[in-house]
T-cell receptor, first 112, second 118 residues
Framework: RKEVEQDPGPFNVPEGATVAFNCTYS??????FFWYRQDCRKEPKLLMS???SGNEDGRFTAQLNRASQYISLLIRDSKLSDSATYLC?????????????FGSGTRLSIRP | GAVVSQHPSWVICKSGTSVKIECRSL??????MFWYRQFPKQSLMLMAT?????????EQGVEKDKFLINHASLTLSTLTVTSAHPEDSSFYIC??????????????FGNGTRLTVT
């Protein structure tokens, strides 16, 4: 099982729709989680941090389910500018190594 | 917000030459920096973890003698691609975490370096 797995996508939804992605992780000791968005040929940009059960920022809501070891990202009233690849990030800060593991990303395309 | 500066943004080099990429944290200190590589339409793959004052930790399959990492200070890490070949052409991105932010602080990314080896 991969350390971090995401919905494969691509998601193609109309403007104004609500869309949700999931990300599962294997390390039960993980404490913090992040969603990044990456535009084509650009570096990832932090979208949301998820520390406890969830976090909401405007149209974006991230939820964490520790029992099932997944985090989700919900985008409401989607805009054309939301088209990007969304990356789930799970840091692993253990004694042997500090690593930041990325999911493979979910591509989202918003159509007019 | 925290800024990570990566230089150069793009470079074209001939096969067999070496290329150095710099990653600087501009307004915070980072004991650990991460180097990623991303091929077209693929996700970021962690290459190595750069540790200030000690040896880098490489991921499985990444040649440490080919990808030399030096983390000489709390604000600078460099990645040198030695004897570059066309298959090394990729998008290289560094990232860093503010040591003052604790274990739950997010990563800050450089703007990436697009390497093309001819």
């Amino acid at each position: 099982r991969k350390e971090v797995e995401q919905d494969p996508g691509p998601f193609n939804v109309p403007e104004g729709a609500t869309v949700a992605f999931n990300c599962t992780y294997s390390n039960s000791a993980s404490q913090s989680f992040f969603w990044y968005r990456q535009d084509c040929r650009k570096e990832p940009k932090l979208l949301m941090s998820v520390y406890s059960s969830g976090n909401e920022d405007g149209r974006f809501t991230a939820q964490l389910n520790r029992a099932s070891q997944y985090i989700s990202l919900l985008i409401r009233d989607s805009k054309l500018s939301d088209s990007a690849t969304y990356l789930c990030v799970v840091p692993r800060w253990d004694s042997s190594a500090s690593k930041i593991i990325f999911g493979s990303g979910t591509r989202l395309s918003i159509r007019p | 917000g925290a800024v990570v500066s990566q230089h150069p943004s793009w470079v074209i080099c001939k096969s067999g030459t070496s290329v150095k990429i710099e990653c600087r944290s501009l307004d915070f200190q980072a004991t650990t920096m991460f180097w990623y590589r991303q091929f077209p339409k693929q996700s970021l793959m962690l290459m190595a973890t750069s540790n200030e004052g000690s040896k880098a930790t490489y991921e499985q399959g990444v040649e440490k003698d080919k990808f030399l990492i030096n983390h000489a200070s709390l604000t600078l890490s460099t990645l040198t691609v030695t004897s570059a070949h066309p298959e090394d052409s990729s998008f290289y991105i560094c990232s860093a975490r503010d040591i003052a932010g604790g274990d739950n602080s997010p990563l800050h990314f450089g703007n990436g370096t697009r390497l093309t080896v001819t």
